[in-house]
């Protein structure tokens, strides 16, 4: 679909609160590792805003990684020691990086990191900052994975692991998450169709991480903005979203995406409990 409005029509919705980002006039930032002595985890303010939420359980054939950045899709795979972080970046890497050369049909794919997000991993912040290294809290603040300097630097940190002149070529970052146990419906992820995001709503905030300093984008409340999730997600069902496009503007190759609280959720229902993979594709 080319307009988000119109991908969304008919369809249910639920009302959630999306942490949007405030007036600031200093630039955002958010350490996930221990901050200067006298700095706090973060300086963001936060804007709560309740929006509606599409639930695309059903249609999800209306979006595609092409017109939209998004797909909800099916990911048959064979692992389940999600405890163990070693084996995560060998044997599901393995797994990962052929499913997106099917998806995609390219050649040259490269998982790089993940998380695996709980809501009771670690203490918990004042700041609302998840708990850093790869077992994190949900993020409930609405954001982007990356702003273009970033990522490009990133692909230039990465090296010769990425091959050869990764920049000379369309490069793209993809997110793929799912569930790890279903059906989920404890803080399920809501994504921002694209073209309801107008430049100006992204806003560059510096993350802190344990090995690297970049800068991702935070998103400002747009009453255009339109959202969606996918109910009650099985660990066989997946969304794959666009995290960088070399070959198109930020707000079109970023995804905007956030945990929510929904309201249908049973009182009986599982905990969080998702793995997410960021992966590079070449070509």
């Keep these: 679909m080319a307009n988000g409005c119109a ?10 609160t999306i942490n949007y980002l405030g007036a600031m006039r200093e630039e955002p930032f958010m350490y ?27 249609c999800t054939d209306r979006l595609t990684l092409d017109e939209d950045g998004i797909a909800f899709t099916h990911h048959g795979h064979g692992f389940d020691r999600f405890d163990d972080d070693d084996l995560i970046r060998t044997d599901y890497y393995v797994e990962v990086e052929q499913y997106f050369r099917d998806l995609l049909g390219v050649d040259r794919v490269f998982a790089y990191d993940f998380a695996v997000r709980k809501p009771d991993v670690g203490p918990a912040r004042p700041d609302g900052i998840p708990v850093g290294g790869t077992r994190r809290r949900p993020i409930k603040r609405a954001h982007g994975d990356f702003i273009q300097p970033s990522f490009v630097q990133m692909v230039h940190d ?45 806003v560059p905030m510096r993350q802190f991480t344990e090995h ?15 959202w969606c999730y996918c109910s009650a997600m099985q660990a066989d069902e997946a969304i794959v ?20 609280d929904d309201p249908t959720r049973p009182p009986d229902g599982l905990a969080r409990a ?10």
């Design 158 to 202: 990465l090296g010769e692991r990425c091959g050869p002149d990764p920049l000379k070529n369309r490069y793209r970052g993809f997110n793929l998450w799912r569930p790890i146990k279903g059906p989920l419906t404890d803080a399920p992820l809501a994504l921002c169709h694209p073209s309801t995001v107008a430049d100006e709503d992204h």
């Design 241 to 260: 979203f666009s995290s960088f496009d070399s070959t198109r503007p930020s707000r079109r190759g970023v995804i905007a995406h956030c945990a929510f």
């Design 212 to 226: 690297r300093e970049n800068h991702i984008a935070a998103i400002r409340y747009n009453p255009a903005h339109r």
């Design 274 to 283: 998702s793995i997410e993979v960021r992966v590079l594709v070449f070509g």
């Design 32 to 58: 996930y590792r221990d901050p200067p002595a006298g700095s706090p985890y973060t300086n963001v303010i936060d804007n709560p805003c309740e929006v509606e939420i599409a639930d695309v359980r059903g």
């Design 7 to 16: 991908a969304f029509d008919g369809l249910s919705r639920v009302k959630g």
